[in-house]
């Protein structure tokens, strides 16, 4: 007959082996799956040296989404047909500028991408100036608005948004919104159970209702989006909180948002109602969504919804085509440097060659963690000779690629994995030299306010820092 003791031992090791076979399977998977070895092999790690707690890490953040599909290709054609149809009339010229036709056939290709021919840009530096613009265009809406963004609070400039979007559904105004359920984890639910109750359709993307029982936390949506009555569009960093315009304890916030006018708000609204079918099964694609609009302009324009669904990692894929055929310059802002392999090398290729390389970030972050890993990649950057500069005025958050006074990368994703891997981003790529070339003054004028690393200086840092900034880098892929 088993004692007590013998049948606790039994059991312990039914538990052990099932474990260790489950363990096993898993980092066969991962392996059999043919990541990138950069996150193939934390992820073993984790696995390996954190029993039970690494199997509820995989849950969460490592399943890998590539072959899923958020909406059937049906679906996304019939959504896409009138951006498509009205992307450029005969009399329109929309000649590529020479040696972007591969970048152009990449993002047409991947992901449908119209050229979209003949937009006025707005840039706004600052949260005042972007704010007030966008009150404005609220408050002119007559059909609808549509309005997204992957953090939206419950302060003040929330409420003064959440104020102008009720008054206009109660006006007759179709009003939808869209929110990252997890960017908005700490805002009370019943902040937008009060826009429902005025008239507003409200939906939370990829609701966490479980998080202890859900893989969907770790893929949000940090797009940020607003169309109105299809004439108008934003984009950009900014999401809607007071630290855009008031600072916190970082200091001000140094973010870059845009207006559109003409053909580029096709690309917006095309976003929107994309993620508005994901979340609410309703198709919307009537004309009225598309209102017939003038060339304002002369330049040319993709707008790439990118996201850690389908085959190819295009938005990496695109900037990695910037830097390798730069001729003169390319000049990065971003609050998050955690390069993939293949774009680490790029820059310094690109910087090695006699390319003048450019990366912008905060001196001060609001991400410990990330930023001791990002350190590390800084290193790697001076060596090549890449020229890098710590903004000291604030915070910077502000994502901009700008290459050869001709190409401007402009949206909402950071140089990191989980905006190329994780997140639902959205990106312009604006072919024209007038808007690179102002784009380009920007970066200029904000270096004024960044200290410029000395390479003989940064690398001699203490060893205890460099070893801990170095052992974060092995977890970049997983921050």
């Known amino acids: 007959m088993l004692t007590g003791i013998s049948l606790q031992a039994i059991v312990g090791s039914i538990i052990f082996i099932l474990y260790s076979i489950t363990i096993s399977g898993l980092i066969l998977v991962i392996i059999t799956e043919n990541r990138n070895p950069l996150k193939t092999i934390p992820w073993v790690v984790v696995l390996l040296m954190l029993p039970g707690l690494g199997l509820v890490f995989y849950f969460f953040f490592g399943q890998d989404n590539r072959k899923k ?25 929309c000649t590529v500028p020479e040696g972007y036709t591969p970048l152009v056939n990449l993002l047409g290709h991947n992901h449908q991408c119209p050229l979209l021919y003949g937009s006025d840009i707005t840039i706004y530096t600052g949260g005042e100036d972007k704010f007030e613009a966008l009150f404005e265009a609220l408050e002119g809406a007559r059909h609808h608005i549509h309005i997204q963004y992957y953090i939206f609070m419950d302060d003040q400039t929330g409420r003064r948004v959440r104020d102008l979007l ?16 997890v960017g908005c984890w700490d805002v009370k639910k019943g902040f937008f159970r009060d826009m429902k109750a005025a008239g507003i359709e409200v939906y939370a993307f990829l609701k966490v209702a479980f998080p202890v029982l859900t893989s969907k936390v770790n893929y949000r ?8 009555d299809g004439k108008t569009g934003f984009m950009g960093g900014m999401n809607v909180a007071d630290r855009y315009l ?4 970082l200091g001000k916030w140094r973010d870059t948002h845009f207006k559109f006018t003409g053909k580029g708000v096709y690309g917006l609204q095309s976003a929107f109602l994309i993620d508005w079918y994901v979340v609410s099964k309703k198709l919307l694609n009537d004309s009225v969504y598309y209102p017939p609009l003038p060339a304002l302009g002369d330049n ?14 295009t938005l990496l894929q695109a900037v990695i085509f910037i830097i390798a055929n730069a001729k003169n310059y390319v000049y990065i802002q971003t609050p998050y440097f955690l390069p993939t ?15 003048d390389v450019r990366l912008m970030l905060p001196k001060r972050s609001d991400t410990k963690a990330v930023n001791m890993a990002s350190h590390s990649f800084i290193d790697d950057m001076v060596k090549a000779g890449a020229r890098v500069f710590l903004y000291d005025m604030g915070f910077m958050h502000s994502k901009l ?15 990191d994995f989980r905006s190329f891997e ?6 312009a790529f604006v072919y024209q030299g007038d808007f690179a070339r102002q784009m380009k003054k920007i970066f200029l004028h904000d270096m004024q306010y960044c200290e410029k690393l000395v390479s003989s200086r940064w690398l001699k840092r203490p060893l205890r820092l460099r070893i801990a900034e170095s052992f974060m880098r092995l977890f970049s892929p997983l921050l």
């Not at 040319?300 to 990692?313: A, C, D, E």
């Not at 994780?422 to 990106?427: A, K, L, Q």
């Open 401 to 415: 690629v700008v290459s050869d006074d001709m190409l401007t990368c402009i949206g909402s994703a950071n140089m």
């Open 341 to 355: 392999e293949g774009l680490n090398q790029a820059l310094q290729a690109a910087a090695l060659g006699g390319v």
């Open 166 to 181: 009720v008054a206009k559904a109660r006006a007759g105004v179709e009003v939808r919104l869209l929110y990252d359920d």
């Open 300 to 313: 040319i324009m993709q707008i790439l919804t990118s996201g850690p669904v389908g085959q190819w990692r």
């Open 246 to 249: 008031k600072g916190n304890s």
């Open 69 to 93: 599909r958020i909406i059937s290709r049906r679906t996304h054609k019939r959504i896409m047909k009138l951006p498509q149809e009205g992307k450029k009339p005969p009399h329109d010229s």
């Open 221 to 228: 949506n940090h797009r940020k989006i607003v169309v109105v």
């Open 422 to 427: 994780h997140n639902f981003e959205i990106t």
